[in-house]
């Protein structure tokens, strides 16, 4: 089974810095891919980033980034030039690529409070 | 519609009632996923349909709780005889086809409250 560990629970940082939220993760699985959500007070899961673990290449999606480390089983999430926007809860996520049945293993997320 | 629809979007439950939540998913979308989401907690699987079929049912935590996709496309998610630890958000997604390259969409969820 795999396991997906957010250690942060909140964080907070002001407008227009720079911030990263942690996600480590445990699994045998060799292909798969990883994921940032984003859950704003609507409820409503976004996706924020994804990131195939066989390509080496970090992800980015303009102001988000990934920093995967494979062999670390690690994955942190960087937003850089943070904006008042980007307020919610946001959880890490591991998907098997298990053709037919995807679904996703959530760690249980870090609240991040951008403040003005 | 234009996203996933899921409802209602809240709904308040005397324990031992039986309780239907609806999820509308994207017109046209052949996966369709329901996760719990306890309160501080990230959400957990619950079940999988491929169209009508339900292929995984692993995460339904009792039999008190029964999912059904009789068309392939509306799902209805259903829990007989709610407890208080039932309480929860509970979120449904969609995605066009069973690959892990399709996005996948979320409703807002309904959040049920067992008192």
């Known amino acids: 089974a795999q396991t997906v560990t957010q250690s942060q629970p909140e964080m907070s940082v002001q407008e227009a810095e720079t911030v990263t939220l942690s996600c480590t993760y445990d699994?045998?699985?060799?292909?798969?891919?990883l994921f940032w959500y984003k859950q704003p007070p609507s409820r409503q899961m976004i996706l924020v980033i994804r990131q195939e673990a066989y390509k080496q290449q970090n992800a980015t999606e303009n102001r988000f980034s990934v920093n995967f480390q494979k062999a670390a089983k690690s994955f942190s999430l960087k937003i850089s030039d943070s904006q008042l926007g980007d307020t919610a809860m946001y959880f890490c996520a591991f998907m098997k690529t298990n053709f037919g049945n995807e679904k996703l293993t959530f760690g249980t997320g870090t609240r991040l409070t951008i403040i003005p | 519609g234009a996203g996933v629809s899921q409802s209602p979007r809240y709904k308040v439950a005397k324990r031992g009632q039986d309780v239907a939540l609806r999820c509308d998913p994207i017109?046209?979308?052949?996966?369709l996923f329901w996760y719990q989401q306890a309160l501080g907690q990230g959400p957990e699987f619950l079940t999988y349909f491929q169209n009508e079929a339900q292929l995984d049912k692993s995460g339904l935590p009792s039999d008190r709780f029964f999912a059904e996709r009789p068309e392939g496309s509306v799902s209805t998610l259903k829990i007989q005889r709610t407890q208080q630890e039932d309480s929860a958000v509970y979120l449904c997604a969609s995605s066009l086809a069973h690959s892990t390259n399709e996005k996948l969409f979320f409703g807002s969820g309904t959040q049920l409250s067992v008192l």
């Open positions: 699994t045998s699985e060799n292909n798969y891919y």
């Open positions: 017109s046209g979308h052949v996966s």
